[in-house]
């Protein structure tokens, strides 16, 4: 008899639980649909003149829509010489139909990186470009560019995972 009461417990709480396992309200059809990726279109200028204002573009768009409720458009702005260490962040305006911009000047002659930090609809995306302020010829980007890398690569192998601390406090200190 204690059996056959366990069992009958055992397959009533089993029927609560899985008439319960839907609990958000969402029907199956909508648990087995992949959302859209966000997708992020950086457009800056390869080559800019210093002391010049710079336009920096981004839209955002989910399939065939135009984000404009995106949570967080950031630039991230550093050139080669000085490091990501000393990147500055620039909070993008919105200027509808899912562009972000932003207008800055530059007047240091260098080679830049800019990484649009992107969140919108619970994903996040940085997509990154270089871009050259001044005149340099092919040869001297590429020579700096591998430059960057290498002191880039030789940081991380002297600190070991204190790489990834960085780039944490770096995504930390966004917003």
Known sequence: ???????????????????????????????NEIPKMVEVDLQVDDRVTPNEPIQFKTFVTQGNENVDDADEVVYEIWNVQDGREKSEMIEALHS??????IEHTLTNENVYFVQVHVTARNLHVMPMKHFVVGDFTEEEVEALLHEYEMKKDD?????????????EETNHNEG
């Open 96 to 101: 509808g139909n899912g562009l972000y911009e």
């Open 1 to 31: 008899m204690r059996i056959l009461k366990f069992l009958l417990t055992s397959f009533t709480l089993l029927i609560v639980l899985v008439a319960c396992g839907g609990g958000d309200g969402a029907t199956g059809d909508n648990n």
């Open 155 to 167: 940081h991380s192998n002297h600190h070991n995972d204190d790489s990834h601390e960085t780039e």
